[in-house]
């Protein structure tokens, strides 16, 4: 087998301002651990060049996107990654990650203008005032909202995009009881759930259909199904979270944070704050601005730069609307900017992990020999053993088309080998990209929501885990349903 070839070769070693300040502020404890935790797998990758046969996959440009060629496979020598190279792999990865961390710095500095100005701790401390009057309203909150992101996730591929909303749902959640771990889901779980349905998801059912040479969007009714039962599954599980916390708020893992964070946003006071014409003038700004990003990815395609570039420009309309100084807006963006300094380093040493693969020549030997356990075997177990493949590639990969474009080329034709329709090869890529992604620490969305959200990625994965067990046991089932029924 393929994977003997990649385990077995000869032995040459033995064998990983307030509130937003405090959102967008990481403790160092927490900083540093899950940095060490992932500087660990990069050394484990780099170690593994040294041990590992090499090899490289031919790539061809088609339609603007770099594809492997099946079947040109060649085994090279590693180039085994020293200490030099390990050291440099994180400056790389910040090279490479470049965009997504001046993202993140815009964001929180943004965010940081708008909570000097007060519209924010005022807005949600009317909010839980309203919902302390109609608490019926409540119950609708969390399925509304996740099913609002869950929709965005699947029809245009929120990721990216939904990340900023995470400060905002936060606050959200407190004011009605909840904790910030329910507050960080609302928005990137919600997603989450549409993203591995991915109904209309150009990023990745998109494009792994026309790599596979599939009609674009074909199989769509079977998606609508998945999209349902995922969504309904990640609601379930925030709100029994949601309620649990809500009985007994020492039950939350972030219980000692969300208390500071209560006493900053004073939601204790019955009493809520004085609504000023300004802070009236500062959330009709940023609702616009809302309302403007989701009008900007749909209609024009926007991305990482364009949505940076509209939250900087609403931070210091805000800033202005809301009476601050020139000073207060310019040392708010650099407080905000600098709270994110420990997301850009564990950014940087995830994507320094792809890095080190890619320059061993040990990324494309991976997926060579992991294509290797689907070939031969019956055809339930080949989806299966696709959905555990994509997983595994999307701990290096996690750009859904450039996954779709290193994976696809290669699982299209195998699926036809192996008796399964490449409708069910592209619904394992969508599963391994989708399901899976939210407790990956080498993931720059994951990291950078939590580092937003200032939970600790060791709770996050704790909490996560059960959900996480449910939909790998879910995509095992759909994917055995899509063999029998013959999906097409």
């Not at 965009?99 to 909570?115: R, S, W, Y």
């Not at 309904?232 to 039950?251: E, G, K, N, S, T």
Request: hydrophobic share 55%.
């Amino acid at each position: 087998m393929r994977w003997q070839r990649l385990s077995s070769v000869p032995e040459r070693a033995g064998v990983l301002s307030r509130f937003i300040r405090s959102l967008t502020q990481i403790e160092m404890n927490t900083s540093f651990n899950t940095l060490v935790m992932i500087f660990a797998v990069v050394v484990l990758v780099a170690l593994a060049t040294w041990i590992v046969q090499g090899g490289e996959y031919t790539r061809e440009v088609r339609n603007g996107k770099t594809l492997v060629i099946p079947g040109s496979y060649t085994p090279l020598p590693s180039q085994p990654q020293g200490l030099g190279a390990l050291l440099v792999s994180p400056v790389k990865g910040f090279i490479q990650a470049a965009q997504i961390i001046a993202f993140l710095f815009i964001i929180g500095g943004a965010f940081m203008v708008i909570q000097e100005t007060g519209a924010i701790a005022v807005s949600v401390q009317h909010l839980a005032h309203t919902f302390s009057r109609k608490p019926h309203l409540q119950k609708f909150f969390i399925p509304v909202t996740m099913t609002l992101f869950s929709v965005a996730g699947a029809v245009f591929g929120m990721a990216e995009s939904g990340m900023p909303f995470v400060l905002v749902f936060i606050p959200l959640a407190l004011s009605l009881g909840y904790d910030s771990i329910t507050g960080t889901s609302i928005p990137f779980l919600g997603a989450a759930a549409g993203f591995a349905g991915a109904i209309l998801n150009p990023f990745t059912v998109g494009i792994a259909q026309s790599i596979s040479e599939l009609e674009l969007y074909s199989g769509i009714e079977y998606r609508l199904v998945i999209w349902v039962i995922s969504t309904a599954v990640m609601i379930a599980f925030v709100m029994r979270h949601a309620q649990r916390v809500r009985r007994d708020p020492r039950l939350s893992p972030v219980f000692e944070l969300d208390q500071s964070r209560r006493a900053t946003l004073h939601l204790d006071n019955s009493t809520p704050a004085v609504f000023t014409r300004a802070h009236r003038l500062v959330l009709l700004a940023f609702g616009a601005a809302m309302l403007f990003l989701i009008y900007g990815v749909l209609a024009y395609g926007w991305y990482i730069n364009e949505i940076a570039a509209l939250f900087l420009g609403v931070g210091l309309l805000c800033g202005v609307l809301g009476k601050l100084t020139a000073t207060q807006i310019t040392d708010s963006l650099k407080k905000g900017a600098q709270g994110m300094v420990g997301v850009a380093l564990i950014i940087a040493c995830a994507r320094a992990i792809l890095v080190v693969a890619n320059d061993g020549r040990i990324l494309d030997a991976m997926l060579y020999s992991l294509s290797g356990l689907v070939d031969g075997t019956h055809p339930i177990i080949a989806a299966q053993a696709m959905f555990v493949t994509q997983c595994i590639i999307n701990f290096f990969v996690h750009s859904g088309s450039g996954q779709a474009a290193l994976t696809m080329p290669i699982m299209a034709p195998l699926a036809d080998a192996v008796g399964i329709t490449r409708q069910t090869a592209v619904l394992a890529f969508q599963f391994g990209e989708g399901w899976i992604n939210p407790i990956l620490p080498t993931s720059g969305v994951t990291m950078g929501v939590l580092g937003m959200a200032q939970i600790s990625w060791e709770k996050w994965f704790r909490w996560m885990l059960p959900i996480q067990i449910v939909f790998f046991a879910l995509a095992f089932v759909l994917l055995a349903i899509a063999v029998v029924i013959n999906y097409q």
